[in-house]
């Protein structure tokens, strides 16, 4: 009989643990699992054929700041520039910088929020299957995909 209740303490113990395991191996709270969460979500509405859906890569999930956070970096830094260099070249320089600053600009026009690169093999309407390269941009609080830019080359 004491073993009997030994082995169902026993049973009741390992079960316990491993439910906890399973919820904890389960974190909702990861940006980069939320990130996957939506992108099949999307996928699903809006590939030709969802169930020929394979993963390849993910690329790092990468936090795209606003236009105005952006700006003050780099304006901070043009003042350190124009203050160290007053000759010709250095205001050549300082025109390629803002070249560039134009350029990031236009890079963060999705921001805020996050952006992923994402490879994956589906099948395309013709039938075959076609690997495919997006850059995913997401909402701050990762919950909806904002823009995705088809980088595949065809």
Known sequence: MRNKINMKRLLLIVSQLIVIIFISGCNTDDPMWKA????RENFQMNLNDYKSYEPVEYGSLVVVKS???VKQTLDSLFRRI???TN????????????QSIDSI??????????????TFRARIPAGGYMLHHYEIYFDPE???????????EK
Request: glycine residues 6%; neutral net charge; charged residues 40%.
């Open 36 to 39: 996957k969460r939506v992108i």
């Open 87 to 98: 000759t010709e070249e250095g205001s050549y320089e300082t025109w390629r910088i803002l």
């Open 142 to 152: 990762i919950t909806k995909v904002k823009k995705i830019i088809d980088l595949t």
């Open 67 to 69: 236009i105005s956070e």
């Open 105 to 118: 600009r236009k890079s963060v026009e999705n921001g805020p929020g996050w952006k992923l690169d994402h």
């Open 82 to 84: 124009d203050s160290e």
